[in-house]
Structures are given as C-alpha cells and as structure tokens.
C-alpha cells in the first residue's frame, strides 16, 4: 500500500484538508447508488438481458411496421397462393458471391399430379434494395411515403420472406402490422388491472373488515373459475356487427376481468405488512395524514414489486387473446393480431404442407419467453440486497 | 376438524350460486337467442317458419319469460337433472355432456398426478444437485416450461407428429376404438393416446412446481437442524427427505386448488386444437351457436368440479396440517 498523502498543513486551511480528505476515500471506496446496484444485478442475468433486448427491438418494429415491412399487409399476389418463403441468395448460379438478390418465382403445374409448383427462374437475378419504393402508406397515419426498409423490384414477384397465406398475402408484413395489436393488447390489459387491483386491493388492505371481506370473496370467486371457459363464453357475448376498435378494447377489459386479481392481492399484502412499519407510525406521530403516507410512502415502496409482477402478467394477456382470436372468439378479419394470423393454421392438413403458417406462433414465443426472462430479471434486480439463491 | 369442513363447505355455497348466476348470464349476454339464429337461417334456406310457430317454440323454451324467471327455471330444472334440450343438436343436455366431462375430468386429473409425479422428485433432486450441471439444466428447462402456452405447444407438436411420425390427427382414440363400446381394451387405447395431451397440457404447471420445490427445499436445507441431523450421522437420503422435504411439500400441495382450474382451463383450449373428445370442442360450438343451456351447463359444471376439486384439496390440507385445521386458514 502506497503512503497516503499527506497535506502539509501550513500551506492549505482546515476545510480545503477536509475536501482533499473526502475525495481521497470517496475514490478508494466506490459508493453506487440504489439505481445502479439494481442496473448491476439486472445485466449479470444474461437471459434477462436477452429478453429486454429481443423486446425492445419487437416494440420497435411493432411501432415502425410500415416502414419495415416490404408491403401492404391488403396486398394480395395473384396466383401466388401459399407461396414458401423466398429464398435469399447470396451466391449465383455460377457461384459467384454477389449482394443478396432473388429469383423471380413462375408458376408451374405438375402434369401428372396437377399440383402447383413453385419454380426460380434462374436467368435474372433482382437485387434485394434498401429503401425500396413500394406500396403507398402513412407513417402513423401522418406522414404519407412510400418507402420501405427494404423490397425488391416489383418484376421481381413477392419477396416472401416468410411465406404467403392462402390469399396471396405478405405473412411477414401481416405479422408485422399484426405485433401492433398483439403486444399493444398486453400492455393495455395490464394497465386496466393495475387500475382496478390498486383500487380495489388498495381499499381492502386500508379499510379492511367488510370491505376487505367482500373483496377477498370477490377474488376467491372469480380465481374458482377456469379462465379460458370464462373468457369464451365473456368473448362469445361480444356483437358480431362491433367495430373492431371497439372489440379490441372489450376484449382487453376481458382480460384484465380475470388479471386483476392477483394484483390486487398482492397490493392487499403489501398494504398489510407496510402499515405495521415503524417508519409508517413515526409518520402517523409526526402529523402526516393518510393519503400523504400512501403516496408518498406506501406506494414508492412496493412501486418496484408492482412493476416486477405487471411484467410478469403481460405475457398471460397476449396468449389470452391469441388464443381467443384464434378460436374465432376475438378479433376477426379485417383486424390483424398474432391470433387472427393462427386462424389459418387451425386445420393441421394445411399446416402439414404449408409449415410456414406457424410462424406467427413463434413470435408469439418469443414475446412470452422473453417476458418471462425479462420479468424474472427485474424481480430479481428490484432487490439487489438480496442473496441470490 | 368438523367446523372447519363446515365452515369450508358453507364458503362455497355462495360462491356455487355465483357461478350459476354468471354462467346463465354470459349466455343472455348477446342480443338475440338461438330461435332468432335458427328462424333466420331456415329463412336463408328457403324454408318458411310461421310467426305464430315461433311463439309456440318460445313459448316452449320461455324465452319469453324475463331473464330473472328463465334462470329460476334453468336452475331449479338443472338441479332436478334436467339440463334441458341443446337447440343444436336437439337433443337433452345430459346425455351430451356426460361422456365429455368425464373424459375432461379424467384428463385434468392425470395432467395433475403426473405433473407432481414429476415436479416434486425433479425439484428435490435439483435443490440437492444445487449448481451442478444437471441442476443447471433442469431450471433453465423449467424456466422456459413455466412460459410456455400450451396451446402453441399443442399446434407446433401436431405440426411435427403429421409431418415426422405419421401421427393421426389427434384425438385419444385410434379408428377401432373410436364409436366402439366402453370396454377394457378401449381404456387401454385411450390411455396410449392420453400422454400427448396430459405432456401438453402439463408442461407449465409441472415447470412452476419443479421451481417452488427447489426454490423452497434449498431454504430448508440451509437451515441448522439439517446439518445437525447430518452430524449425527443420518445418511444424506434420509437428512433430506425425513424433515426438509415434508416442510418444503406445503407450499405445493397449499396451492394444488389453484392448480386445479388453471389445468381445466388449459384443457379447454388444448383439447380444441388436439381435437380430444373432451369438453373444450362442444363447449366451443355451443358458444358460436348460442345453443344456451349447453353452453350454460357446461361453463357451471365444470366449474362447480372445479370449486368440489379445490374444497376436497382443502379438506385433505386441513387434515394432514393441523396448522390449518385450528384456525390459521386466512
């Protein structure tokens, strides 16, 4: 260890020996703050990591959908029905390297089998482009362009990355504008939830007694019912003739009829142990009224809990209402969600010869594992303090 | 032991009459009812139907009546046994449903034994394998298991059965069996044809477990009495399973009856896309048809089976943890 510095004393005041002191100690012994101790622990779990990034970059696509996807999700490709995924090609067929580019697809017929083929056409070569004119959209509906992230030629035929669907249409664009209902449907549930659990759970852990008896009751009857019964027969009841802004909401509230629950159960508890602290009657003795402890202490204290468990119950609401529009029971066409996207894979013969229908399932995946991961990560990070099991 | 059945058997009274309310709700809740639905598709089809034979068949059904006096009605008929007539199929409810709940029944409960089956001795060999490479493994599948949707799950496997090993298209009995009579060899069948859906069904229930049991018996292995019991030379088989294990187990079989409705629940949607002859593709058409007093019966018994299953979970909680038993149940 090197020799501390010592400050000659008859040069500097008192106060600048102090100053000099402090900072020799506050850069020896570094000091984090509670933020950073949380950012710490959330980035040594690498799948949570993971997940967070997969997420931002679906949310982003799900917001920039029309710039991203290669065409309109409306647009259909005559006689090219279930079309497989375009193939990329990077070589040619001499096997000379070359910038991505796409063959254009003919139609053929088998002649003995009368089934319908797909076939390159090897003779031109149709380079993918980056900011493609395409089809004419609004971004946001505000800025009208049509530019798109990337495309090919329109001789070019589709530029099906992901296949088409049984009427010609792009699935990857389809998904695309589709992640707009179906991540944005997670988080308006769970808003809702939040809404009615801090309400509802907020009044049973303060007042307790008969308030706290008839909610609990509530719980406890709506949690002996097996969810999706529940929800289909909730989304059964919705008027076929409805808007689809207006199911899109209906169904959220549906949702979150059965996500509140836990919410408001754990809010309950967290309520119940906070109000026995000693920092909550130090409060109540200094005078402080009741609302101010809520807010200002009650609340910032299982803020980060909440949030943890939100995370945690957004994935449940985007299988909820994949599974309901897949059923039929949801949204419908013409609206676009993961779910609607599944319809067409319901008969297991047309996924058996045209597997490239269950993509949107692995979107839908993905998004659930990813919360999941990311979910786990905050629960764990929101107490740094903790042992890690 | 007796007040506390008591008290636990009076607690969902209340909450039985609740789902019957709602269940009988759900199904006035879209405007029109099922001789609107099937007036105008005789129309559509060309056949005439008569005003007044309209009103006769309403009459029939008293539809008529307010919602309040239809419920009286239902109910008090159901709980006679009388389910009423499915319009769709025109047939009594009862001999619809029978078969389909008990096969739901028994599909639920063997997703539930095996997903103990397999969580608690997974999880406890896990906690004690704690950081090797095989508990490494086992969380990481049990992290991703827990997220999993399970009806996803279902259409991603039948995709591959169709595609690599030439699999029927589901259902939980082969063509022989199919319309035959119950008989030995038809259990036998079906029971092959069970473990696809039980797997599929269980995969995220058996996933949380295998975590709250390892979660939970590390704490108790951590504890000071396992490591005396440890230096008085029990062998390491019994240090762990004698006290720690029964201590860890409580929180899992605490919660078995909230268990209970999320299998039932998977079950439903699963069965639809695995084509089981269980209660989720009935259930399903009779919502789409607004064949009410199916739908009706359906959502209350299964239900009702739900509540009976977490009451008796209860029942048998109480009577293994005296805990429970005296008082400590809130």
């Known amino acids: 260890m090197a020799e501390p510095n010592i400050p000659q004393v008859q040069d500097q005041t008192l106060a600048e020996i102090g100053a000099d002191l402090e900072d020799q100690v506050s850069s020896s012994v570094q000091l984090l703050t509670h933020g950073q101790l949380v950012l710490a622990r959330f980035k040594k779990n690498r799948l949570a990591v993971i997940g967070g990034v997969i997420l931002a970059i679906l949310y982003l696509l799900a917001i920039l959908c029309e710039f991203v996807s290669p065409y309109d999700p409306d647009r259909r490709f005559q006689g090219f029905v279930y079309l497989p995924p375009t193939t990329v090609h990077i070589r040619d067929a001499e096997g000379r390297w070359r910038a991505p580019f796409i063959y254009p697809i003919k139609r053929m017929t088998d002649p003995k089998t009368f089934e319908r083929k797909y076939v390159e056409d090897t003779s031109v070569r149709y380079p993918i482009k980056l900011l493609q004119k395409g089809d004419e959209y609004e971004l946001w509906g505000l800025i009208p362009t049509n530019v798109h992230l990337f495309g090919v030629d329109d001789a070019a035929g589709p530029l099906a990355i992901m296949g088409l669907e049984s009427m010609g249409r792009d699935l990857f664009s389809r998904i695309l504008y589709g992640s707009r209902i179906s991540l944005s449907i997670g988080l308006a549930g769970v808003f809702f939830s939040l809404i009615i659990g801090l309400v509802l759970g907020g009044l049973s852990g303060l007042y307790g007694g008969a308030v706290d008896n008839i909610v609990q009751r509530v719980i406890e009857f709506i949690r002996s019912i097996p969810t999706i019964p529940l929800w289909m027969g909730l989304a059964a009841a919705l008027p076929p003739n409805w808007p689809q802004l207006r199911v899109y909401f209906a169904i959220t509230i549906i949702l979150s009829f059965v996500g509140w629950t836990t919410l408001a159960r754990v809010i309950r508890g967290k309520f119940l142990s906070l109000r026995e602290e000693d920092y909550v009657l130090a409060a109540t003795q200094a005078g402080a009224s009741r609302w101010f402890i809520i807010w200002e202490h009650l609340v910032p204290s299982f803020m980060s809990y909440i949030l943890v468990h939100l995370t945690l119950s957004i994935p449940g609401m985007i299988m909820g209402e994949t599974g309901l529009s897949f059923l039929g029971l949801g949204l419908a066409p013409p609206a676009i969600s993961w779910g609607v996207l599944l319809k067409d894979a319901q008969k297991i013969q047309e996924v058996a010869i045209h597997p490239w229908i269950l993509w949107p399932s692995i979107f839908v995946l993905v998004t659930v594992l990813s919360f999941n991961f990311f979910g786990d990560g905050l629960r764990d990070a929101s107490d740094p303090y903790s042992q890690r099991l | ?330």
């Open chain 2, 1 to 330: 032991m007796r007040g506390y059945i008591l008290r636990r058997v009076l607690q969902s009274i209340p909450i039985l009459i609740g789902i019957s309310i709602v269940a009988f709700l759900i199904i006035q809740l879209p405007p029109g009812d099922y001789l609107t639905v099937y007036a105008s598709n005789l129309r559509s089809q060309g056949e005439f139907i008569g005003d007044e034979e309209l009103e006769a068949l309403k009459a029939q059904y008293a539809l008529d009546k307010p919602v309040y006096m239809q419920y009286i009605r239902w109910i008090t008929n159901f709980l006679q046994g009388n389910m009423g007539q499915s319009f769709y199929w025109n047939k009594p409810v009862s001999s619809l449903i029978g078969e389909r709940i008990a096969l739901s029944m028994v599909v639920s409960i063997l997703t539930l034994i095996v997903t103990y089956g397999i969580a608690i001795p997974v999880g406890i060999y896990s906690s004690i394998k704690q950081y090797t490479w095989s508990d490494h493994v086992i969380t990481l599948i049990a992290f991703i298991g827990v997220g999993l949707p399970s009806f996803l799950v279902a259409l991603i496997v039948m995709y591959l059965g169709v595609k690599y090993f030439n699999l029927g298209a589901g259902g939980l009995f082969s063509a022989d069996y199919l319309d035959a009579p119950w008989s030995f060899a038809r259990v036998i069948d079906m029971l092959k044809h069970m473990w696809l859906p039980v797997i599929v069904i269980g995969i995220s229930g058996t996933a949380g477990t295998i975590r709250v049991m390892r979660a939970t018996t590390l704490d108790e292995l951590s504890k000071p009495y396992v490591e005396a019991a440890r230096a008085r030379g029990l062998s390491e088989l019994k240090a762990v399973l004698k006290y720690p294990v029964r201590v860890a187990l409580n929180p899992i079989l605490s919660t078995i009856g909230w268990m209970l409705p999320t299998i039932v629940s998977g079950e439903t949607l699963v069965s639809l896309v695995l084509g089981l002859p269980t209660t989720g593709p009935l259930l399903y058409r009779a919502l789409i048809t607004q064949d009410m007093f199916l739908a009706a019966s359906f959502i209350l018994i299964l239900s009702s089976l739900t509540v009976l299953g977490t009451l008796i979970s209860d029942i048998l909680l109480a009577w293994m943890d005296p805990r429970i038993r005296f008082g400590g149940a809130e």
